[in-house]
């Protein structure tokens, strides 16, 4: 385990009270058994990392609000449990495009994960492995791709920010496809697309953060992502954003045609879109505010998956990420008609804090919790989280 800082306790009140780190009561363990839920990985990881890397993996928008929503919109769902099942066996298992998951539960794309650990990705592909958990790779990742699925032994969703040079989007496509990810997934959200973002968060750990940053650092935000590892030897010199400027559906037209594996929409909060994006040849609709990180609508996407699940008909699995820090959550997205659900932050949590070990630690524990509420709800597969399993808060 990385040692305890001692400039932990020198972060600014700011970056206490927007993240929050309630349920983590545990009292600095030392061993990641001791750890009992997926929230007690964040009070260590904000210890083990410098302020800045804290603040990156932590911040959301504004005033943070709408990652708060993400979270605790799930306590709005209360779930219908039932009697008189035969519970003998219990299976979490799940078959997505023809994979077999142990879980529902992936890690979503995560950038820059060696500010987290020294292993980064490598480590969270370990766990993934160790785990059978899919595993989608940030086009921002620090670890090379090929190294990536070295470690994972199994294909990976590539996450991609196209940028706005056509011929840089081929080859990162190319590079993808050929290294072994067997679907592409684009992310439509502002990070792409409208370029700055207030993250509050972020600017004030960074505040507090008196390191020399320049040895990683080097040039704004732009020449970092361009930096990433996945972007070598493509020329990139033509680039101005990580997105075109017009993402329209003639531009996802173009992408599937070049696609040769699955392609997924990631940020996905509406059923209009959801529709259309499936018209146009998506294999997958990924149900996204990006953590909360992006746009502070406060509409949290546990609120958002029925619309879309409504929307697509069927067609295609919906997936869908934010604020899902229980099994109960996941649980709910699944009664809702989610195919999968995709974690974040808890990956940085647990990776910052035991490295691989925690990463494993994190999906145990939303491994086990799921399970027990299938027991407890009566509900022995995946396949028997039905609609009827939850219920809006006073809905009858
Ligand atoms: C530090 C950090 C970096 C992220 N990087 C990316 C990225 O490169 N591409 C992307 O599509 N989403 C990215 N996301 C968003 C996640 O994939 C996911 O949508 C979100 O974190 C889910 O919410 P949660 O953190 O509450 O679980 C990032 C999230 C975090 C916290």
């Given at each position: ?68 929503r993400n979270e605790d919109a799930f306590s709005e769902y209360e779930i219908r449990a039932r009697r008189f099942i035969d519970l003998s066996r219990v299976d979490t298992s799940t078959t ?197 990180r992006n746009e502070e609508t406060l509409r949290a996407t546990i609120d958002c998956v029925a619309e879309v699940v409504a929307a697509v008909k069927g067609r295609v699995p919906v997936f ?77």
């Amino acid at each position: 385990m990385l040692p305890f800082a001692t400039w932990a306790a020198g972060l600014d009140a700011g970056v206490t009270a927007t993240t929050g780190i309630s349920g983590s009561s545990e009292l600095a363990p030392t061993n990641v058994k001791d750890i009992l839920n997926v929230r007690g990985f964040e009070p260590l990881a904000r210890a083990a990392l410098p302020p800045a890397h804290f603040g990156y993996l932590a911040t959301g928008i504004d005033d943070d609000r709408t990652l708060r929503r993400n979270e605790d919109a799930f306590s709005e769902y209360e779930i219908r449990a039932r009697r008189f099942i035969d519970l003998s066996r219990v299976d979490t298992s799940t078959t997505v495009f023809g994979a077999h998951w142990r879980t529902p539960i992936y890690f979503s794309a995560v950038s820059a994960m060696r500010a987290f650990h020294p292993d980064g990705e490598a480590a969270v592909a370990r766990a993934a492995a160790s785990r059978s958990a899919q595993l989608m790779v940030s086009t921002g990742s620090s670890v090379p791709l090929e190294q990536i699925l070295t470690q994972r032994g199994a294909p990976v969703w590539q996450q991609l920010y196209p940028t706005d040079d056509w011929t840089v989007t081929r080859e990162l496509v190319r590079r993808a496809e050929l290294a072994g990810a067997d679907a592409i997934v684009l992310s439509v959200d502002s990070t792409a697309t409208a370029g700055a973002r207030n993250s509050e968060t972020l600017r004030r750990a960074a505040r507090v953060d008196k390191r020399d940053c320049t040895a990683c650092h080097v040039g704004n935000r732009h020449d970092m992502w361009l930096r990433a590892p996945l972007f070598a030897g493509i020329d990139v010199s033509q680039v101005k954003g990580l997105a075109p400027p017009g993402l329209t559906l003639e531009w996802v037209d173009r992408l599937r045609g070049l696609v040769r594996g699955k392609l997924l929409i990631k940020g996905i909060v509406a059923g209009e879109d959801a529709q259309a994006v499936v018209t146009h040849g998506a294999d997958g609709v990924i149900v996204s505010n990006h953590g909360g990180r992006n746009e502070e609508t406060l509409r949290a996407t546990i609120d958002c998956v029925a619309e879309v699940v409504a929307a697509v008909k069927g067609r295609v699995p919906v997936f869908m990420d934010g604020g899902a820090r229980r099994g109960t959550d996941v649980f709910k997205a699944l009664a809702l008609g989610a195919s999968g659900v995709g974690i974040g932050r808890p990956q940085g949590w647990g990776l910052a804090a035991f490295g691989q070990e925690g990463a494993e630690a994190v999906l145990d524990i939303y491994a086990r919790e799921l399970e027990a509420i299938m027991r407890q709800a009566g509900t022995p597969t995946i396949a028997a989280i039905g609609a009827r399993a939850v219920l809006h808060r006073g809905a009858a």
